[in-house]
């Protein structure tokens, strides 16, 4: 029984991926560990989305690398977005790589493997080879291995059909392939019978759901049949285009308990020629006219969005509009990056390209104001009753509880800390807590008994 690791790099998509790519392995009879130290076979599962997550990709690749010189590590592989892009130069770059495998070719990942360290070592690549899985056969679960999890992604679509010119994911992953609906049910059905609570719907853009199925099931139908799983603590939506955004979607949000009040929309920017150079479908006016339904109809809703700061062509009156934009205070949590020049990209090509500096002073701009924007809303929720999805015990200390209300994303948003540690709140639970302070992007709460 060959020993692997895993290391997985990138978004909650990108973790989907490496627990389908876990579920294989285990299946085909590895011994998966936590730590690579003691691992004859490690995985890395890579994300190439811009610039920093290439770098920060090739130095994990170069730091795991240092493993093969020990009488544990027989095989590195490498899988996922870099090879996609890169090819297979990426062999020659980095000789110390025995195996890589692109974005859909992890299926076979575990018989290379196995002829690799056994009686037939050769490099494989296999990058570009598409394999048709079968998504209601894999577990996207890692309960065989790990303790039960309060929370996990169900992603429901493959690649990309918007064409955003600073974007490579459509030439990275292809374009969408939406998950049929009776496969992301079962999937979910197992999810919950193995502990988990809250269901985190991603895809590249969820609100491009079903589009290219035969029967062309939207989004809400996905979410009603989500909703009738038994023993579904709460549905969470990540990644919608904002002009997808369809008056049936805000009202189900507006009324189903379970659907978290909670919106993850991506507008990259609002300036309407940044717009249209970015590709992007939307105009200043149709994103103000869709934020303003969500606050109207869903009262109390937290909305979470991602801007970039210089893009090709952005002036200051630009950038203006877009730092004006996010001082109004429609977003509660913001993520905000600074544009790279992505190789490949329609975007790289632009004239008016901004120098490096200016970008880095209007990011800082944008995420000072965005903070107090933010420490603002939480502020406003002292004194509040929440329902808390815990998820175990803090990982600052072991006196206290870390969980998450509705308007908290896992991993990208603040957590909800419990001072009163309770042992018989297990993992998973859903409680209502008082919120008596906030600091920064967490909140501290006492459960109510």
């Known amino acids: 029984m060959l020993k692997v690791a895993v290391v997985n790099l990138g978004c909650p998509k990108n973790e989907v991926d490496a627990e389908k790519l876990v579920h294989l392995l285990i299946e085909a009879g590895f011994e998966l560990l936590a730590e690579v130290d003691q691992a004859e076979v490690i995985i890395v599962n890579t994300c190439a989305f811009i610039q920093p997550a290439v770098e920060e990709a090739i130095e994990t690749i170069l730091s795991l690398a240092e493993y093969k010189k020990s009488a544990y590590c027989q095989a590195l592989v490498v899988g996922g977005c870099l090879p996609q892009r890169y090819g297979s130069g990426i062999l020659k770059e980095i000789p110390e790589i025995d195996?890589?495998?692109?974005?859909?070719?992890?299926?076979?990942i575990p018989a290379a493997i196995k002829n690799f360290v056994g009686k037939q070592p050769q490099k494989f690549n296999l990058v570009h080879q598409l394999c048709d899985l079968d998504y209601s056969e894999i577990n996207p679960l890692l309960q065989t291995i790990s303790p039960p999890q309060a929370f996990s992604y169900l992603k429901i679509a493959e690649g990309c059909d918007n064409r955003c010119s600073y974007c490579m994911i459509p030439m990275i992953k292809g374009k969408q392939?939406?998950?049929?609906?009776?496969?992301?049910?079962?999937?979910?059905?197992?999810m919950v019978s193995g502990g988990v609570r809250e269901i985190n719907v991603i895809a590249?853009?969820?609100?491009?759901?079903?589009?290219?199925?035969?029967?062309?099931?939207t989004l809400c139908n996905l979410l009603t049949e989500l909703l009738q799983i038994s023993n579904l603590g709460r549905l969470r939506l990540l990644y919608a285009y904002p002009y997808r955004i369809s008056n049936d979607l805000i009202e189900l949000i507006a009324a189903e308990n379970q659907l978290c009040n909670y919106l993850d929309i991506p507008i990259q920017h609002i300036s309407d020629p940044i717009l249209k150079l970015m590709g992007r479908r939307d105009t200043s006016k149709d994103i103000r006219l869709t934020l303003e339904a969500l606050k109207t109809k869903v009262p109390g809703i937290f909305?979470?969005?991602?801007?970039?700061?210089?893009?090709?062509?952005?002036?200051?009156?630009?950038?203006?509009?877009?730092?004006?934009?996010?001082?109004?205070g429609f977003f509660d949590y913001l993520g905000a990056f600074s544009y790279w020049p992505e190789d490949g990209s329609t975007a790289a090509k632009f004239p008016h390209q901004v120098p490096d500096t200016i970008k880095d002073e209007r990011l800082q701009a944008v995420l000072d104001a965005q903070r107090q924007v933010t420490e603002k809303r939480l502020?406003?929720?002292?004194g509040s009753r929440e329902r808390v999805l815990i998820e175990g015990l803090s990982?600052?200390?072991d006196l206290l509880l870390q969980g998450r209300c509705d308007f908290q994303a896992p991993e990208i948003d603040g957590l909800t800390y419990i001072t009163e540690v309770d042992s018989d709140i297990a993992p998973g639970t859903l409680v209502d807590a008082d919120i008596y302070d906030a600091h920064e992007f967490d909140l501290f709460a006492k459960v109510i008994r």
């Open 99 to 108: 195996l890589l495998f692109g974005a859909d070719g992890f299926a076979q």
């Open 177 to 190: 392939q939406s998950i049929p609906i009776e496969t992301l049910i079962s999937q979910a059905q197992k």
């Open 204 to 217: 590249q853009d969820i609100t491009a759901y079903g589009r290219d199925l035969k029967e062309q099931p």
């Open 303 to 328: 909305l979470r969005s991602t801007v970039m700061v210089g893009f090709p062509g952005e002036s200051e009156t630009d950038f203006a509009r877009l730092l004006g934009f996010v001082e109004e």
């Open 379 to 382: 502020r406003a929720k002292i």
């Open 395 to 397: 990982l600052e200390s």
